[in-house]
């Protein structure tokens, strides 16, 4: 379960990296270009990763017997509200005819896309420090 959080914050943070070059070329549409086909891969790949990422965290939380899991708890309802809300943002950009550079430059410093991305790398650093305290009890130490 927590690779599979870790593989869906990969996903996300792939697309952002990818939707700042995406942004730098200038481009008035999706149409005709190799970046402009995989721009609309990128954010469906996002809506899959964003798509219930919270309960996905929570369900972790609750196998891996995190504590305080009340604080888990409380942060994943805040991860909630950023995750839907930059769904809301990548699949209002998908619904358009045509993605122009501009489009995803504005979807870039949305603050609802960059509150999830804070979100995700703080996420990325409780994993990290949890896999560290869970190593020495793991080999025997």
Same mark, same amino acid.
């Given at each position: 379960m927590l690779a599979d959080i870790s593989e869906r914050?990969?996903?996300?943070?792939e697309c952002y990296e990818f939707m700042l070059a995406y942004a730098a070329q200038g481009l008035p549409s999706d149409e005709g270009?190799?970046?402009?086909?995989?721009?609309?891969?990128?954010l469906g790949r996002t809506v899959k990763a964003i798509s219930g990422l919270s309960d996905t965290?929570?369900?972790a939380v609750k196998r891996e017997r995190?504590?305080? +899991?009340?604080?888990?708890?409380?942060?994943?309802?805040?991860?909630?509200?950023?995750a839907? @809300?930059? *769904?809301? +943002?990548?699949?209002?950009v998908l619904a358009q005819p045509a993605i122009s550079s501009q489009l995803i @430059?504005? *979807?870039? +410093?949305?603050?609802?896309?960059r509150a999830l991305l804070t979100d995700l790398f703080l996420l990325g650093e409780v994993a990290?420090?949890?896999r560290t305290r869970a190593k020495p009890m793991a080999?025997?130490?």
């Open positions: 914050c990969n996903t996300i943070e270009s190799h970046s402009g086909a995989q721009i609309r891969e990128y965290c929570q369900a995190l504590e305080p +899991a009340d604080k888990y708890r409380a942060f994943f309802a805040a991860l909630d509200r950023d839907r @809300d930059a *769904l809301a +943002a990548v699949e209002l @430059d504005n *979807l870039n +410093a949305s603050m609802h896309l990290k420090i949890q080999t025997g130490g």
